[in-house]
Structure formats: structure tokens, C-alpha cells
């Protein structure tokens, strides 16, 4: 089987340079692996994407070097989405919910209260068909939710290890909103089905969320997925980095004259086991790739350090 992987980020803002060494891991990891690269364009929010960013996002990559054989915007598969959502609907595997929002919260809020888990009760399973038919009167639409079985899920990540979640700690997720717009487990299960992905390699803030996608996965298709999960990046500062930070953005970094194999050599090396260099060419970073020295404790930019690669490299252009 081809290895394929994919990088999809939302057209919402900048990307900066801890979505930028995501796309580079895995397009690091297909090419030393004779795979596929995907750049998969999540812009099913269509009230905050924006056809800018996703011109932006392709000329941030092609400037980069970093290529992609296939890429599609999933705005493109709405049929596609509501055909499988059909589907999970005949299996019993998605059901209709109609609380608001303060509702939830309000639930959530007594949870707390009482000490016990946070999570969806699953009251909308025991809705009777005239209680929904009075819900709907009242002009409520139901937001979607996916009927989990598995009490425990279990994978072995790449990078962490063996990984064991217990399911029953999380809720029901959500699926399609009120105005039937797919939320990301969904579409994005959906599309690692449909095209062929091999490995799902992201930041760690998405394990939980791997749980859930592997028990969607197998409601959808018997796809054996392999995961692994690298720790995020952070500022400096310690802060998490933000697409909305315009200082760490790849377009600002082109700017100032920051060259692009400047910014490859910091992200292939940051958080890995390896020491952060300059290399020759991107040729070489493809050729010392390994994924198994990428770091499960998070690395943190160093814009000096930066420069100073930057700096280093435009030397070797006037030698």
C-alpha cells in the first residue's frame, strides 16, 4: 500500500510556523517513504473561510518547497458527507439532540457541581418521536451526535507509544451542526477513508480526538489508520502559537528576508533529538529524516536562533 499523508489546515488565517512543521513532518514522511502528500483544504466553516487564505496557504508551501500530489477543498464533498451521514443514521449510529447551547452549558455547570464527569448524558436517546415533533414546532433544528459503543480505545502512536483512552470520559461528539454543516472528526474520518490515508500525523491536542476518529473509522470502514501525535511548538513565551499572530507567520518571515531553507532547517530540527543546524539543502533534510527523533516534549521558537540561521545561510551565498 502507498504510504500517503496529508496536512489540512483551515482557511481562517496565517499559517505560522508550528502549522508549517506539521506539513513538513509528513511531507517529510511521505517522500522518505515513496508515499503521497495530500493538502487537504478543511473549509467547511464557510462563514470564516476565506479564499485568500487558501492562496496564501498554497504559496506559503510552494515558496517553502514543500510539494503536494493530490488537494482538494472538502467545501467540495458536502454530498459526500450527508451520504455517510445517511449511512450512520440506517446503522442507529447518529442521533438528533435539540438542547441550546445554555442548555448544555447549564448541564454541564450542575456536573460540575456534583463532581461527576463533564460529559453529554445522552438525554436527546430517550426523546420520544412527539417530543421531538414539539421541539421542531418550536422551530428548534437538532444538532447530530455519534452513538459511541467502545468503552476503551486502543492504538499504538508512532512517536507516544501505546495509547489507551477511555471513551466514557468523553461525550458524544457532535457530527453535523443545527444548519447541517459537518464538523471536523466527521469530515475529516471521512476523507482519510476516501483517500487513501495511511498515517495521520498531527499535534498531540488532537489525541482524544484520535479516540473518538478511530471509533468513527470503524462505524464508517474497517480503514486501519496509523497515528502518531509530535508535541506543539510553543512561543517563546511559552504561549501557544496562534494562525491570528501575524510575528510568526510565514508570510511575515518572507518578508523580512528570512530564506526559506533557513525556516526548514529550524522546524526539521526543533523538538528532535537531533541539534539544530543549518543544512545544505532541502535534499539533505529529506535524506537525515527520521521520525522516531522527533520529541514528545514540546520545543519552543527561538527567533534569534532564526536569524542567526538566516544569517549563516546568506554568508555562504557571498562566499
Known amino acids: 500500500m502507498t504510504v500517503k499523508t496529508r496536512f489540512a489546515p483551515s482557511p481562517t488565517g496565517l499559517l505560522h510556523l508550528g502549522n508549517i512543521r506539521t506539513a513538513l513532518i509528513n511531507w ?13 483544504i478543511d473549509d467547511t466553516d464557510t462563514e470564516r473561510s476565506k479564499d485568500e487564505y487558501v492562496s496564501k496557504i498554497k504559496y506559503d508551501l510552494e515558496w517553502l518547497g514543500i510539494d503536494y500530489d493530490e488537494t482538494f477543498n472538502q467545501s467540495s464533498r458536502f454530498e459526500i458527507y450527508k451520504e455517510r451521514f445517511e449511512f450512520l443514521k440506517d446503522q442507529e449510529r447518529i442521533y438528533p439532540c435539540y438542547e441550546t447551547h445554555a442548555e448544555l452549558e447549564r448541564k454541564r455547570k450542575l456536573q460540575l457541581a456534583a463532581g461527576g464527569k463533564q460529559v453529554y448524558d ?5 426523546l420520544t418521536d412527539q417530543e421531538k415533533r414539539d421541539f421542531e414546532s418550536e422551530g428548534r433544528k437538532p444538532h447530530w451526535r455519534f452513538l459511541m459503543n467502545s468503552e476503551r480505545i486502543k492504538w499504538n502512536d508512532i512517536l507516544k507509544g501505546d495509547i489507551e483512552i477511555d471513551l466514557t470520559s ?15 472528526t466527521f469530515s475529516s474520518a471521512v476523507d482519510d477513508i476516501d483517500f487513501n490515508v495511511t498515517n495521520v500525523i498531527r499535534g498531540d491536542d488532537h489525541t482524544s480526538n484520535t479516540a473518538v476518529q478511530i471509533e468513527l473509522i470503524n462505524a464508517l470502514d474497517k480503514n486501519n489508520l496509523v497515528f502518531a501525535h509530535h508535541a506543539l511548538l510553543k512561543a517563546s513565551s511559552g504561549d501557544k502559537l496562534s494562525k491570528r499572530d501575524n510575528v510568526i507567520s510565514i508570510e511575515s518571515f518572507r518578508e523580512t528576508n528570512i530564506e526559506p531553507l533557513a525556516i526548514l532547517s529550524l522546524l526539521a530540527t526543533i523538538g528532535t533529538s537531533n541539534s539544530i543546524e543549518l543544512k545544505e539543502s532541502i535534499d539533505q533534510i529529506i535524506k537525515e529524516f527520521k521520525i522516531k527523533t522527533i520529541s514528545t516534549s514540546p520545543g519552543r521558537i527561538d527567533i534569534d536562533l532564526l536569524n542567526a540561521l538566516n544569517k549563516k545561510l546568506i554568508q555562504n551565498y557571498d562566499f
Not at 517529510?28 to 487537504?40: P, Q, V
Not at 445522552?122 to 430517550?126: D, E, T
Not at 468523553?170 to 471536523?184: A, H, I, K, N
Open 28 to 40: 517529510l514522511f511521505a517522500r522518505t517513504n515513496n508515499g503521497k502528500f495530500i493538502l487537504r
Open 122 to 126: 445522552r438525554s436527546a436517546l430517550k
Open 170 to 184: 468523553l461525550s458524544d461528539p457532535v457530527l453535523f451542526r443545527e444548519d447541517g454543516v459537518p464538523l471536523y
